[in-house]
């Protein structure tokens, strides 16, 4: 076919005209203003823009085509001509919109934060906009005008939501990891003709590389997370059952002191009521200080028989006594060794063997039963007793030199009814362990605080945790209150008035005044079992505006109570 070169001129669409090799010998004004649109400013050759030029026979007026054009695919009709007195060649035809609207498209999807790609009905990329170029690190130029099977293959990548768009006919949504570590996740619509055939797919791309990594990690710490709570629930320690918890002032200093004591190697003596938690100052004095690492052994002198105590603590050789074991046993100092020894209940040692304890404390040796060799020992003893000074001193035949010995470092432990702000904490605590223990998720009401608050604890530490595991075994619901614990009174728990709070006469007094000492004890006891005004009212059977107006008139004294 020879082409008018004036027909040509009046031509709207840009177009191309090459030798047979491919050399363009001459374009339009809109060719040239499509390229320079698309930053090409030269171009040679038409294989710069089709790399498929010369790989299949081109026949007249062939069915278009997409070429890369800048970020855009462009489609065109190649015609085999020729130019009057001018060798022959191919006419490029492009079939183009008008610039200016193809122009402001283009515009406007560089200014999206997502990835758009345009895909034609043939899995062809026809456009990907620069936010997508950028994401997966490609070069807009490779990807252009390219079949997104081969580009699947070629890069290895799993999948393609635009092929998967126009293999299911409907919007696909699913995740692409590119070579750059980046995935995208694809939202692909396809978009139909006014005849329902599908004519393009649109995809828009979201970087969701940081939101998978976040839901690893996520996984990841929840996995180490059960790790964790399995080996805490294993090991008695690490579950926290010897972690000191507490609020008040009191507790702190000793928790100072015992943190202390743990660098040295100097005796301890621990003292306070039964309950309070010796044996766990105990193992933090041992697990805080150049000891941890050795064993710790915990007996208690009352639960062992007092003539066997000898060969419990230093052990004995074969045949040293009647139904000694065959080649005879470790005593505690040996299993300790390198350790800490704790003794509970010191003070019921007897005589004797306090005695031997005392010569190991202070020559680091001992020897074991039936034996006249001394072994070396390296121990540190924690001594701990429910007794006071007064008490294990004075008439309860406990040597005074062995309690100078153990009591290099003192270490009172008060009772929790000297020190309230550790009980709400502690109950916390409890809680929280027992609910992971028995797979509950039992809570405490508010109105029952103020009640565990009030309460004097006579067994202390022990007691309270006893409570609160009680009463999620009798809990009905998922939050226990008064009701329970009014049911735990009844069964079991008796709360006997303290000293001050029983009625008794002592002297001679105006009547008035002894019956504002038995209103008083009265008002006391009752509000500390029911922890509020109103419930200690109805207890002592009167009317909650009574208690009021004594509390106003300084008959009744709240502050005391507290």
């Known amino acids: 076919m020879i082409l008018d070169e004036k027909f040509l001129e009046h031509l709207i669409d ?27 400013r030269s171009i040679r050759s038409i294989t710069e823009l089709d790399p498929l030029f010369g790989a299949e026979p081109l026949g007249f007026l062939k069915c278009p085509r997409p070429v890369g054009i800048g970020k855009r695919a462009r489609r065109i009709r190649i015609f085999p001509a020729g130019l009057e007195n001018k060798r022959k060649g191919f006419l ?59 580009l699947v293959d070629e890069r290895a990548l799993t999948q393609s939501a635009s092929l998967q768009a126009l293999k299911a006919k409907k919007p696909v949504c699913s995740n692409v990891t590119y070579g750059s570590g980046t995935t995208l996740q694809w939202q692909s619509v396809p978009i139909p003709d006014s005849r329902g055939a599908i004519r393009k797919v649109v995809s828009t791309g979201r970087d969701v590389t940081r939101l998978i990594k976040l839901e690893r990690d996520l996984s990841s710490s929840e996995t180490l997370k059960e790790q964790y709570y399995k080996q805490l629930n ?23 002191v015992a943190s202390k004591a743990g660098r040295f190697d100097s005796p301890v003596l621990l003292w306070g009521e039964s309950g309070v938690g010796k044996e766990m100052i105990a193992k933090m004095i041992h697990q805080g200080g150049n000891r941890g690492a050795g064993p710790f052994v915990s007996v208690n002198c009352s639960a062992v028989p007092a003539d066997l105590l000898e060969a419990e603590f230093f052990g004995y050789e074969e045949g040293a006594f009647t139904g000694a074991r065959k080649g005879g046993r470790k005593g505690l100092f040996e299993e300790a060794e390198k350790g800490t020894l704790f003794l509970d209940e010191i003070s019921e040692l007897p005589l004797g063997v306090q005695g031997k304890l005392l010569r190991v404390i202070q020559e680091h040796e001992y020897m074991r039963v039936g034996s006249s060799k001394t072994i070396p020992t390296d121990v540190r003893i924690i001594a701990a007793t429910n007794l006071s000074r007064e008490q294990l001193m004075e008439g309860l035949g406990f040597r005074r030199d062995l309690f100078y010995r153990l009591s290099v470092i003192p270490i009172y432990i008060p009772p929790l009814r000297d020190r309230r702000d550790d009980i709400l904490p502690l109950t916390r605590y409890f809680l929280k362990s027992l609910n992971f223990k028995y797979g509950t998720e039992v809570k405490i009401s508010q109105a029952l605080i103020p009640r565990l608050y009030h309460h004097d604890w006579p067994g202390n530490v022990r ?30 728990m008796k709360t006997s008035p303290q000293a001050e709070e029983e009625i008794t006469v002592a002297r001679l007094m105006p009547l008035r005044q002894a019956m504002e000492k038995v209103e008083q004890a009265l008002f006391k006891w009752a509000y500390r079992e029911s922890g509020s005004i109103e419930r200690a009212a109805k207890v002592l059977e009167v009317d909650p505006s009574t208690i009021h107006r004594k509390i106003k008139k300084g008959r009744l004294k709240l502050k005391e109570v507290r």
Request: hydrophobic content about 45%.
């Open 92 to 150: 490029y035809l492009f079939e183009t919109a008008p610039i200016l609207k193809i122009m402001d498209f283009d515009g406007f999807l560089d200014c999206l934060d997502a990835g758009i790609a345009v895909a034609g009905q043939d899995g062809t990329l026809e456009h990907l906009n620069e936010s997508l170029s950028r994401s997966i690190g490609v070069d807009i130029k490779e990807w252009i005008g390219r079949r997104l099977q081969d």
């Open 14 to 40: 840009a177009w191309l005209f090459t030798d047979e090799k491919g050399l363009i010998l001459k374009k339009n004004g809109a060719a040239d203003w499509l390229l320079r649109s698309a930053g090409i």
């Open 463 to 492: 007691e309270l945790k006893n409570v609160i595991e009680r009463l999620l075994v009798v809990a009905n619901t998922n939050e226990v209150g008064d009701e329970e614990y009014d049911l735990l009174n009844q069964l079991e």
């Open 234 to 256: 294993t090991l008695e320690v690490l579950l926290g059952r010897d972690r000191i918890v507490y609020s008040s002032e009191a507790m702190k200093r000793v928790a100072q």
